[in-house]
T-cell receptor
Framework: NAGVTQTPKFQVLKTGQSMTLQCAQDMNHNSMYWYRQDPGMGLRLIYYSASEGTTDKGEVPNGYNVSRLNKREFSLRLESAAPSQTSVYFC???????????FGSGTRLTVV | RKEVEQDPGPFNVPEGATVAFNCTYSNSASQSFFWYRQDCRKEPKLLMSVYSSGNEDGRFTAQLNRASQYISLLIRDSKLSDSATYLCVVNEENTPLVFGKGTRLSVIA
């Protein structure tokens, strides 16, 4: 029962470097999401994909891009990392909007 | 921004105590309501959905008051293992969930 798998778990980047966070779910869920969590700020939605082939901006999309590669996979890309993107990133999936989400275990990203 | 407000705490309670958290939401069109639990440095996990009629799961009771736009979580007979942050979550129909910032609970022996 893998659920939602995120890679990597930890990453340190230098300012200006790029990287892609990977997320895959094996629950046949239609919807997938990327959140970031910062101390005192709670979970903030970056991008989401309601279904395969669609993506939409969330509350804090600047500096990020996403790809819904297929029904299982939803990746998040930082093209030019900035220290303000230091955060914990969570991927989640759900059958649809009105159901609870299953989260991955997170990626702890530090940009120096 | 749709707002979900919670008292951040911390709530420090002794084992065996009853503790209640409230959460208010700003969007009267909200349709679905949940409580999530998040342990330190872990991902959030669904604790329970909140239904209009209220619902109970063991020591946990959730209630919804649509007129006043708040939901509550009651924990009876607190255990050390209940120590965590509890996230209030709401959404309108067909939109992503909106998470509150969480209420931190510490159960003390």
């Amino acid at each position: 029962n893998a659920g939602v798998t995120q890679t990597p778990k930890f990453q340190v980047l230098k300012t200006g470097q790029s990287m892609t966070l990977q997320c895959a779910q094996d629950m046949n869920h239609n919807s997938m999401y990327w959140y970031r969590q910062d101390p005192g700020m709670g979970l903030r939605l970056i991008y989401y994909s309601a279904s395969e082939g669609t993506t939409d901006k969330g509350e804090v999309p600047n500096g990020y891009n996403v790809s819904r590669l297929n029904k299982r996979e939803f990746s998040l890309r930082l093209e030019s990392a900035a220290p303000s993107q230091t955060s914990v990133y969570f991927c989640a999936s759900s059958a649809d909007y009105n159901y609870g989400y299953t989260f991955g275990s997170g990626t702890r990203l530090t940009v120096v | 921004r749709k707002e979900v407000e919670q008292d951040p705490g911390p709530f420090n309670v002794p084992e065996g105590a009853t503790v209640a958290f409230n959460c208010t939401y700003s969007n009267s069109a909200s349709q679905s309501f949940f409580w999530y639990r998040q342990d330190c440095r872990k991902e959030p996990k669904l604790l329970m959905s909140v239904y209009s009629s209220g619902n109970e799961d063991g020591r946990f009771t959730a209630q919804l008051n649509r007129a006043s736009q708040y939901i509550s979580l009651l924990i009876r007979d607190s255990k050390l293992s209940d120590s965590a942050t509890y996230l209030c979550v709401v959404n309108e129909e067909n939109t992503p969930l909106v998470f509150g910032k969480g209420t931190r609970l510490s159960v003390i022996a």
